[in-house]
């Protein structure tokens, strides 16, 4: 049943169906659909910020759920990894306003949020990043800037925002 219920949890997170997030908790209450259980394993706010459904990210953030904005699974890997990696400039906002950390990097890849947006020049996100005081310097493993990730996927429009 435990393997079933985030199996329901993960896939209403990833499609952001609110409606059975909502029956989930009703069922099973906020702490089953959190998935906070195991530090190797994403949490619904990890699924719901890369879906970029935004209110499914709110709903998981709000005080019938309370998920943790902060979240590190794994490699040090955020929600707000999930949703800059994907492009998601409302989910960023949303995540940054309910508390994640602009410049949490992976480990032992050093990949901050900004890293992720700028790999695939998603620039909305990156705006969002920076003007919460996403930090343009920091490196990767690759010792790499964001603006240098950016450079080598070739998203030159990224480059220009992140160097101006």
Not at 91 to 112: D, F, I, K, R, S
Request: with cysteine; glycine share 8%; proline share 4%.
């Amino acid at each position: 049943m435990v393997g079933e219920l985030a199996n329901s949890v993960k896939n209403a997170a990833i499609r952001g169906d609110v409606v059975a997030l909502r029956e989930l908790v009703a069922n099973h209450g906020a702490s089953a659909v959190r998935l906070d259980d195991d530090a190797d394993e994403m949490t619904a706010l990890h699924w719901a910020a890369a879906s970029g459904v935004i209110e499914a990210v709110n709903f998981l953030l709000s005080p019938a759920v309370q998920s943790d904005p902060r979240a590190a699974r794994g490699n040090n890997f955020t929600p707000l990894h999930s949703a800059a990696m994907q492009g998601h400039a409302k989910v960023c906002e949303a995540l940054l306003q309910a508390g994640a950390e602009v410049n949490v990097q992976t480990n032992p890849q050093g990949y901050a949020p900004l890293h992720s947006a700028a790999f695939a020049g998603h620039i909305e996100a990156v705006r969002v990043l920076l003007a919460h005081g996403a930090d343009r310097g920091l490196v990767n493993y690759r010792a790499e800037r964001p603006a240098d990730t950016a450079r080598r996927t070739g998203q030159e429009e990224t480059v220009r925002l992140l160097e101006a």
